[in-house]
T-cell receptor, first 112, second 112 residues
Framework: DGGITQSPKYLFRKEGQNVTLSCEQN?????MYWYRQDPGQGLRLIYY???????QKGDIAEGYSVSREKKESFPLTVTSAQKNPTAFYLC???????????FGEGSWLTVV | GESVGLHLPTLSVQEGDNSIINCAYS??????FIWYKQESGKGPQFIID?????DKRQGQRVTVLLNKTVKHLSLQIAATQPGDSAVYFC???????????FGTGTRLKVLA
């Protein structure tokens, strides 16, 4: 089945802890993205990657980090420096950075 | 999981009626537009897209209209069904850039 797989679906983070959200795609897309969704707001871009071993900060990158070691994988780490991490996180991909983006099913992160 | 659309405008329509969801986009240079459907707790699904060289594009039961003069985009859903209940939001982009701007969305409720 082709698509974008995010895991875990639900994640709880303790204060001071780093957590990593997984995103895998088998669509052979070059570009991948991480967005954050908060109630009543449009999606905000955290990081994006146009190609393997390359990524750029989005609008709200502070407190987050990513890696792009493989074309199909783009994990997002939410570090302890992110002061308000509770949100719905969406991974997306596109054939290249100029094309239609498609989303995964999302991951809920809650601070406990 | 908590809904990400707690404070969105809501459109309520009777099952079988047509729905019209509107979006005012922000950037006059935007030339590519997408409508997404997002069900509660899930990732956004691509519905239909349109480029700025078109005023109208039709899909299965959906039509997107673009009015560049007033920077307005609309999504029409014919014969609305209970399964159409979701949050709908638009996205805009300018050619040559990677960055999408997302609207906050409208909640569509289909009344039986």
């Amino acid at each position: 089945d082709g698509g974008i797989t995010q895991s875990p679906k639900y994640l709880f983070r303790k204060e001071g802890q780093n957590v990593t959200l997984s995103c895998e795609q088998n669509l052979n897309h070059d570009a991948m993205y991480w967005y954050r969704q908060d109630p009543g707001q449009g999606l905000r871009l955290i990081y994006y990657s146009q190609i393997v071993n390359d990524f750029q900060k989005g609008d709200i990158a502070e407190g987050y980090s990513v890696s792009r070691e493989k074309k199909e994988s783009f994990p997002l780490t939410v570090t302890s420096a992110q002061k308000n991490p509770t949100a719905f996180y969406l991974c997306a991909s596109s054939i290249n950075s100029g094309n239609t983006i498609y989303f995964g099913e999302g991951s809920w992160l809650t601070v406990v | 999981g908590e809904s990400v659309g707690l404070h969105l405008p809501t459109l309520s329509v009777q099952e079988g009626d047509n729905s019209i969801i509107n979006c005012a986009y922000s950037n006059s240079a935007s030339d590519y537009f997408i409508w997404y459907k997002q069900e509660s707790g899930k990732g956004p699904q691509f519905i239909i897209d349109i480029r700025s060289n078109m005023d109208k594009r039709q899909g299965q039961r959906v039509t997107v209209l673009l009015n560049k003069t007033v920077k307005h985009l609309s999504l029409q859903i014919a014969a609305t069904q209970p399964g159409d209940s979701a949050v709908y939001f638009c996205a805009e982009k300018t050619s040559g850039t990677y960055k999408y701007i997302f609207g906050t969305g409208t909640r569509l409720k289909v009344l039986a």
